[in-house]
């Protein structure tokens, strides 16, 4: 097993000092359980922030150290102004709410990024410091998106995954947040990235595709030269560990304890974070509701909430806390009697013994977050009851939801109808109850902590470690190369080489900047300039006729090798399937708001850059399935560009450009093709030995050299003309 190096905000530990001195201690947390035997069976190292150091001496300082590295942790230490800005601040105040769709929560104008993007890149240097080749790097949560791209750009050759533990909104929510695209990229610096769902996956793919036009293939997405695999793993828990202490003698008794006090009462049970994620006013108010509506139950019902303190420095916390505080009092005022108040509100934190106890004897358990990543606590309920009884109420906006099918959902938002849901539960036939427990606790069993962590990590481990990359060599090393050569024949793709892309093809004319460009290329000495690109040849002819180039036009269908000579086709090429292709393409712009077709005299174009990009991806995947379905022995293929679908006579590509130019090319020439899409490769792959090909863009390329994008193409060619 390669060593696993765990990256998480905070460590799997607690620091206490008390009068005895200071110790460490291991949490037990669902995480920390769930990674302890691979962490220590790897002998890695788990890298994160213990928590508020500052009130140690130095001596406490260095113990806290020396126990730190006995259990294989590396801390990195939050300054103050850190754990408000990075922690409090962009982590809970902006992130943690937009995941969880509250996005008026948000502060107005955004703060903090900077420092959350400096402590990310602290995270990042620090495990790159204690990185041995080999290593396998796990990185989690929503606090450190950018770290696995601040690792990629160190560790080039690293295997890193990365869970999100929260959930992955809409991209339509996703959107708002200004560092969008440097959160989503930062990312992508991933091998694997898991989600506890499918839907946190499609969320993300989609944030892909909106953000930067990025394609999920089934479950992979290319980026940078590197393939990035998305799955959903859901997280389970210690399940085992839950079932033996929920049948310890010491935890039975503390649960017959619970029940003797309310022998004639019904226990619900609660038990979160008090976090505003988690439903606690509603649940409160289902409560009240059927109290009011059914007075049987007035006396008869007991309400534990646990509501573990959390994040107290954030002023939403607060005022939360004062909401609950309040909702509490009111209804304790309401239906309370001298004897016994309904809700029994406990704002601590218990261990895994308590919880198990109370977990064991309450009758309904109460779930109802308003968004929850996972909720841990519905499946650990689960776990601790193996008497099959016991009813789970959950949220059908919590990750669980998905897999526990077996519990009574409700939608959070609706209190009448969580209360007669809590009314059901209570009420529910002992056989449905069993039936429904048995189910639940045989998914939370078999699909526990490790499994987790094995499907995870195996997934990892399958991903292909990319081979040393050969990075094409930037503009610098490409310009010495033509600037050596003693006579050039340039081949260069027009849109998305030496102008952007617009939004109808039409509005992509060329400037004045970039006539001039040209005129003065093809006037260099021994140069000569060809464009060779997927336009009709009435546009180019319009658009550079009168300059001294040679012309290509429908990926080389038809040339004009030099000026004042005439068009002339590729011979044997028909054209009689466009009748029939025509149609299909129409169906399908008519059917897609912002698309439309282009038509040439060799092809058809399907394009869709004016479509909402999630849409007009799925439309153009199934378009090019129909027509590879229909016309699949036809003497065309189907070609998927930059947001278009052209369907062109088969055996017409740019690479024949090259043989048509290079024929009366004079000894010495250095050919040199530029290009950006897929198409250009078909010209980059018929270069004669010793050319140069050049990428304009960030995509996979067989090109030696890469270039950003037109304004570099352009600064490239203008180099050509100084010196
Ligand atoms: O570290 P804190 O700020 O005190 O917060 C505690 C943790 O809360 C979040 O938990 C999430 O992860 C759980 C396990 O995957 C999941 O069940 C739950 O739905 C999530 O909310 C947070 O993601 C962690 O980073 C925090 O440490
Ligand atoms: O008093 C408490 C209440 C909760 N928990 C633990 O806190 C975790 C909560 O995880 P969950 O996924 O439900 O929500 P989160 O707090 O991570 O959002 C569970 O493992 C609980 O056992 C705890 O240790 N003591």
Request: aromatic share 8%; net charge neutral; with cysteine.
């Amino acid at each position: 097993m390669s060593r696993l190096l765990l990256v998480s905000n905070r460590l799997p530990v607690t620091v206490k000092a008390d009068k005895d001195g200071v110790s460490v201690v291991r949490s037990a947390g669902g995480l920390a359980t769930g990674l302890r035997g691979p962490h220590e069976r790897s002998g890695g190292l788990w890298i994160g922030w213990p928590g508020d150091v500052s009130r140690l001496t130095p001596q406490q300082r260095a113990s806290v150290e020396a126990q730190l590295a006995e259990l294989r942790c590396v801390p990195l230490y939050l300054s103050a102004s850190e754990v408000s800005r990075f922690y409090e601040g962009y982590s809970n105040r902006t992130l943690w709410p937009l995941c969880h769709y509250l996005i008026d929560r948000i502060p107005e104008q955004e703060r903090d990024w900077d420092v959350y993007r400096k402590v990310n890149e602290r995270f990042a240097d620090l495990v790159a410091r204690h990185y041995q080749p080999g290593d396998t790097i796990w990185v989690h949560d929503y606090q450190l998106m950018l770290v696995p791209a601040f690792l990629r750009a160190r560790l080039p050759q690293a295997r890193i995954g990365f869970f999100f533990h929260i959930p992955f909104p809409s991209s339509e929510i996703f959107r708002t947040l200004p560092h969008r695209a440097d959160l989503v990229r930062g990312l992508l610096g991933a091998d694997l990235i898991g989600f506890h769902t499918i839907t946190y996956v499609r969320h993300f793919s989609s944030t892909l595709m909106r953000l930067l036009g990025l394609e999920t293939v089934v479950d992979r997405v290319a980026y940078d030269g590197r393939e990035v695999r998305l799955g959903a793993f859901p997280m389970g828990i210690d399940a085992q560990a839950f079932e033996n202490l929920a049948k310890e003698p010491a935890v039975l008794e503390e649960v017959r304890t619970h029940r003797e006090k309310s022998s004639e009462l019904r226990l619900l049970l609660g038990v979160d974070r008090l976090d505003y994620t988690k439903g606690i006013p509603r649940r409160l108010l289902a409560v009240q509701r059927l109290l009011e509506r059914e007075p049987t139950w007035r006396g008869r019902l007991r309400f534990v909430q646990v509501a573990v303190p959390s994040r107290t420095a954030v002023a939403d916390y607060a005022a939360y806390r004062d909401k609950v505080d309040e909702l509490v009092g009111r209804i304790n005022g309401l239906y309370g009697s001298v004897h016994n108040v309904p809700v029994h509100y406990l704002y601590r934190s218990f261990n895994e013994r308590q919880l198990t106890a109370l977990y064991r004897a309450a009758d309904v358990m109460f779930v109802t977050p308003i968004r929850d990543g996972m909720n841990l606590v519905a499946k650990e309920f689960c776990a601790a009851r193996p008497d099959e009884d016991g009813v789970l109420v959950l949220s059908e906006f919590a990750g669980a939801a998905d897999e526990m099918g077996d519990a009574v959902m409700v939608n959070p938002y609706d209190v009448e109808g969580m209360a007669d849901a809590l009314e059901a539960a209570l009420e529910m036939p002992e056989e449905e109850r069993r039936t429904r427990m048995r189910n639940l606790r045989a998914r939370v069993k078999e699909y526990d902590v490790h499994w987790w962590v094995r499907s995870f990590l195996d997934e990892l481990q399958a991903t292909p470690t990319p081979p040393p990359r050969v990075e094409p060599a930037g503009a610098e090393e490409a310009l010495a190369q033509l600037r050596e050569a003693q006579c050039l024949l340039l081949l260069i793709d027009y849109d998305g080489t030496l102008v952007p892309f617009a939004p109808k093809p039409e509005l992509a004319s060329p400037d004045a900047e970039l006539l001039d460009l040209l005129q003065r290329l093809a006037s260099r000495r021994d140069t000569r300039v060809h464009i060779v690109s997927g336009r009709p040849r009435e546009t180019l002819e319009a658009w550079f006729g009168g300059l001294p180039l040679g012309l290509h036009a429908e990926h080389g269908l038809w040339s004009r090798p030099a000026p004042g000579a005439p068009w002339t086709s590729q011979e044997g090429v028909t054209t009689d399937w466009k009748n029939l292709v025509r149609p299909v393409l129409e169906a399908f712009a008519a059917r897609v708001p912002g698309a439309f077709v282009e038509e040439k005299s060799g092809s058809l174009a399907w394009h869709y850059r004016q479509v909402d990009p999630v849409f007009g991806a799925r439309q153009a995947r199934e378009l090019r399935l129909h027509l590879g379905e229909v016309f699949a022995h036809g003497p065309l293929e189907v070609l998927p560009g930059d947001k278009v679908v052209e369907v062109r006579a088969r055996g017409v590509n740019k690479g024949r450009v090259v043989a048509l130019v290079t024929q009366d090319m004079s000894p010495g020439t250095r050919v040199v093709a530029i290009g950006d899409d897929r198409t250009d490769e078909d010209l980059f792959a018929a270069l004669p030995e010793g050319s140069l090909a050049i990428h304009a863009g960030g995509k996979d390329t067989r090109a030696r050299y890469r270039v950003k994008g037109p304004p570099e193409v352009r600064r490239l060619l203008s180099s050509l003309l100084v010196g």
